[in-house]
C-alpha cells in the first residue's frame, strides 16, 4: 500500500523539475526566434534538453520514482525537443527536412504511447539506444544551428554538429523499430480499459 502511495504522488522533486522543464520551453522558444537573442534561447534550449538526465536521476537516488513521472520525463524531453526545432527551423538555423526526421518519429511514437496508456494503462520503457540516439541529435542540432549562425568555430561546429546527426538519426529509427515491437507486444498483453460510466 505505502509503494502503490508513493507511486501515485505527483508533488516530488523530480516532477517539479520537469514542470520547470516545460516551462521554459516557451521561454526558449520566444528568445531563439527573435534575431536579437538567439544565441541566449539556443544556450538556454540546449540547457533545458541536456537536463534531461537530472529529473530521473534524482528520483532513482531519492526513492520518488512515480507514475507520473515515468510519462512527464519523455513527454518533456519531447515537447523541447520539438519547440526547439521549430524555433530553429523559423530562425533559419536548422534545415527543415532535417528536423523533419525527428519531428514525425517523435510524433508518432508520442501519439502511439498516449493511445496505449489510455487504452491498455501500460507504457514501455525507454531503450538504452533511445537514450544514446537523442543525445547524439541534441549534441548534432545545438552543434548545426551553431555553425549556421555563423558563431565562433562555426565550421567545426557544423562538422561535428553533421557526424553526430548521420550516426543519431540511424540509432533513433533503428530504435523507433524496436519500440515498434514494444507497442504491439504491450497492447496485446493488457486487456482494452471498459469506458467508464457516460462515455
Not at 525527428?102 to 494503462?121: E, F, P, S, T, Y
Not at 562555426?154 to 533503428?174: D, R, S, T
Request: with cysteine; hydrophobic share 60%.
Amino acid at each position: 500500500m505505502g509503494q502503490r502511495a508513493d507511486t501515485d504522488r505527483i508533488l516530488t522533486i523530480p516532477n517539479v523539475i520537469s514542470f520547470l522543464r516545460i516551462a521554459l520551453i516557451p521561454v526558449f522558444f520566444a528568445l531563439i526566434v527573435d534575431p536579437d537573442t538567439t544565441a541566449a534561447g539556443l544556450v538556454l534550449f540546449v540547457f533545458v534538453v541536456a537536463t534531461d538526465w537530472v529529473d530521473g536521476a534524482i528520483a532513482r537516488a531519492t526513492g520518488q520514482v512515480s507514475e507520473l513521472g515515468k510519462v512527464l520525463d519523455p513527454v518533456a524531453d519531447r515537447l523541447a525537443i520539438g519547440a526547439g526545432l521549430i524555433a530553429l527551423v523559423v530562425a533559419d538555423a536548422f534545415p527543415l527536412w532535417a528536423a523533419l526526421l525527428i519531428l514525425v518519429r517523435d510524433l508518432a511514437i508520442l501519439v502511439a504511447g498516449i493511445v496505449l496508456l489510455a487504452k491498455r494503462r501500460a507504457r514501455i520503457e525507454v531503450r538504452t539506444i533511445g537514450k544514446v540516439a537523442t543525445f547524439a541529435l541534441m549534441a548534432s542540432i545545438a552543434c548545426i544551428a551553431w555553425g549556421n549562425l555563423g558563431y565562433v568555430l562555426a565550421e567545426a561546429a557544423l562538422a561535428c554538429g553533421w557526424a553526430f546527426f548521420a550516426a543519431g538519426i540511424v540509432e533513433y529509427y533503428v530504435a523507433t523499430f524496436l519500440y515498434v515491437g514494444d507497442l504491439r507486444r504491450a497492447w496485446h498483453a493488457q486487456p482494452e480499459r471498459s469506458p467508464g460510466p457516460g462515455a
